[in-house]
Each structure stands twice: as structure tokens, then as C-alpha cells.
């Protein structure tokens, strides 16, 4: 496998990493009367982007304005299902591979 793919896979993994743990924490963490590090929902999204995302995004940066999954309803905390349906896939690959080919 060529390092580009390898290092495109690692990105979009973390960029969904990024995603669920903002929309986790957005319905977990977030307190619009309150302070702190989750004082609005930008400022979730900037804690989880310097703890998770390689590359920075620039402060002027409003992606989770279009962020549709979470804003425009029906996933409520729910966008980690990607990675986890990933998962899933993943483990059944394996048993299949452990399994051995039955042509």
C-alpha cells in the first residue's frame, strides 16, 4: 500500500474521530449556561480539533455551521456510528479471514 493511501486513510479516520467526538460532547458535555472549555459549541469543536486533528483549522473556520448531521436533526449524538460501523466491518472481515475460504 502506498504511504499516500495510508496517510489519506489515517486523515479521513481522524477527521471522523473529530466529528463524532464534537457531536458526543455537543450532546453530553455542553452547557449553554455554563463556562469553561465548552462555553459554546464552537469552542467544543476547537477543544476536540487541538486534542484530536493533526492539522489546524484556521479561527475563522465555521464548518459545523453546515455540519447538517448534527444541526439539522436525527443523529443526536449519533455520528460515532460511522466509525463504529467501521468497526463492525472490520471484525467480521477478520472472522470470515480466520475462518478460511470455503469455495
Do not use: C, N
Not at 69 to 90: E, I, M, P, R, T
Amino acid at each position: 500500500v502506498p504511504a499516500a493511501s495510508t496517510l489519506e486513510r489515517g486523515l479521513a479516520t481522524l477527521r471522523q474521530l473529530v466529528l463524532g467526538l464534537f457531536d458526543m460532547l455537543l450532546h453530553t458535555a455542553y452547557d449553554p449556561d455554563g463556562g469553561g472549555p465548552y462555553a459554546s459549541p464552537q469552542a467544543v469543536l476547537d477543544v476536540v480539533r487541538r486534542e484530536v486533528a493533526i492539522m489546524q483549522r484556521p479561527p475563522y473556520d465555521r464548518f459545523m455551521h453546515a455540519f447538517g448531521h448534527v444541526f439539522a436533526g436525527g443523529y443526536a449524538a449519533g455520528y460515532y456510528s460511522y466509525k463504529w460501523a467501521d468497526v463492525l466491518s472490520a471484525d467480521a472481515y477478520s472472522a470470515f479471514e480466520e475462518a478460511g475460504s470455503r469455495e
